[in-house]
T-cell receptor, first 113, second 113 residues
Framework: GENVEQHPSTLSVQEGDSAVIKCTYS??????FPWYKQELGKRPQLIID?????GEKKDQRIAVTLNKTAKHFSLHITETQPEDSAVYFC????????????FGSGTRLQVQP | DAGITQSPRHKVTETGTPVTLRCHQT?????MYWYRQDPGHGLRLIHY???????DKGEVSDGYSVSRSKTEDFLLTLESATSSQTSVYFC????????????FGDGTRLSIL
């Protein structure tokens, strides 16, 4: 089955700096890659996703890039703010059939004011 | 937020007792999932459902069973709870046509003593 590895496990940045979280996946058939943000004690919430037919997607300060050849994808947050502090999870799945997501182990991002 | 309700939100029970967690949705989504979340492991799929009475196993299904007798309800049962099943359990739902984007419930914190 699919295996998703996520790095780093923790990341501390100064407010206003950029943050990058990287994930690799093992199944070349995976074609859907969402990112979730989870604040302490809350549910994971979808913040951005990308499908394998595009290489990059942006939504305000958040962007995701995908390299299908290397089987890795990354989350980029620019101009970080204290409210960006949370745990971020990447995931991968095939968008037909079972549609189950395989998650990375998470990155705890702390933005220092 | 998607209409997903998990119950109970918190439960403490003893080893060897049966436990049932309920997920109720008001979105009429076809797919429903149960995950467990443990430190360092991200979210791991226990079981999922692709329709009424249609279920399948995920990566950590041992010791768990599920049932879906109505579109809106997905039950997770621990027949004989063990301390290793202490975890936070999340239910998720996804639509059948738009892609596998999943939306999560608020979670159930289960402690088995």
């Amino acid at each position: 089955g699919e295996n998703v590895e996520q790095h780093p496990s923790t990341l501390s940045v100064q407010e206003g700096d950029s943050a990058v979280i990287k994930c690799t996946y093992s199944d070349s058939a995976s074609n859907y890659f969402p990112w979730y943000k989870q604040e302490l004690g809350k549910r994971p919430q979808l913040i951005i996703d990308i499908r394998s037919n595009v290489g990059e997607k942006k939504d305000q300060r958040i962007a995701v890039t995908l390299n299908k050849t290397a089987k890795h994808f990354s989350l980029h947050i620019t101009e970080t703010q204290p409210e960006d502090s949370a745990v971020y999870f990447c995931a991968a799945s095939i968008s037909t059939g079972r549609r189950a997501l395989t998650f990375g182990s998470g990155t705890r991002l702390q933005v220092q004011p | 937020d998607a209409g997903i309700t998990q119950s109970p939100r918190h439960k403490v029970t003893e080893t060897g007792t049966p436990v049932t967690l309920r997920c109720h949705q008001t979105e009429n989504h076809r797919y429903m999932y149960w995950y467990r979340q443990d430190p360092g492991h991200g979210l791991r799929l226990i079981h999922y459902s692709y329709g009424v009475k249609d279920t399948d196993k995920g990566e950590v299904s041992d010791g768990y069973s599920v049932s879906r007798s109505k579109t809106e309800d997905f039950l997770l049962t621990l027949e004989s709870a063990t301390s290793s099943q202490t975890s936070v359990y999340f239910c998720a739902i996804s639509e059948s046509l738009v892609g596998p984007a999943q939306h999560f419930g608020d979670g159930t914190r289960l402690s088995i003593l």
